[in-house]
């Protein structure tokens, strides 16, 4: 494998670590734009698996500024959204495609209820 392909899949990897990110682009690629501050619940109720209707306010703006300052800038650096803080819009950009198998595949093994069970490495 060359050195770029091998670079290109540690970023894709590193990307997609973070359950925040990946939560984010599993709405995305469903939709294909969405608004910030309309997932913020969905986003926290997923990391922590609860119901929406238990997000408080506390968690819903660190949240928030994890995204602002940390994920939605990383994923637009890589080319795989592009957002408007003003309007809070994001939207896929070309890059995802690039990563659209491998969140798929994320995806897929967080819905295996078995595999989520197995404790931490």
């Not at 995305?28 to 306010?57: H, Y």
């Amino acid at each position: 494998m060359s050195q770029t392909k091998a670079s290109r899949m540690e970023a894709a990897c590193s990307l997609l670590a973070e359950s925040e990110r990946r939560y984010l682009l599993y709405q995305l690629a469903e939709t294909e734009r969405a608004n910030l501050d309309a997932l913020m619940d969905q986003i926290a109720a997923w990391k922590l698996d609860i119901p929406s209707s238990q997000v408080d306010e506390d968690l819903r703006q660190r949240i928030y500024v994890s995204m602002v300052h940390n994920h939605l800038p990383r994923l637009a650096d890589y080319d795989i959204i592009d957002y408007d803080l003003r309007s809070g819009d994001i939207v896929l950009a070309e890059g995802f495609e690039d990563i659209r198998p491998l969140l798929d595949q994320f995806r897929q093994t967080e819905d295996e209820v078995e595999i989520r069970q197995l404790p931490p490495l």
